[in-house]
């Protein structure tokens, strides 16, 4: 999983070691980790990763 670029949330920054990464897969998809699991990976698309992003800011999950 090194040969990716991931980047940290902004939201993740100086608060805490566990967060959210995100990088740019072949074929433009995003993977997505966990950084205290980065061995873990799901691979999702621009529209998806977006949608969640809505949602979490809205708070709609609870």
Known sequence: MSRFDWQKSS???GHTEACVEVAVGS???RWV?????PGVVIVVSVGVLAGLVR???VGALG
Do not use: C
């Not at 980790?33 to 699991?37: F, I, K, L, M, T």
């Open 27 to 29: 074929g433009g998809g």
């Open 33 to 37: 980790r966990e950084s205290a699991e």
């Open 55 to 57: 949602v979490l800011k």
């Open 11 to 13: 939201f993740s920054e």
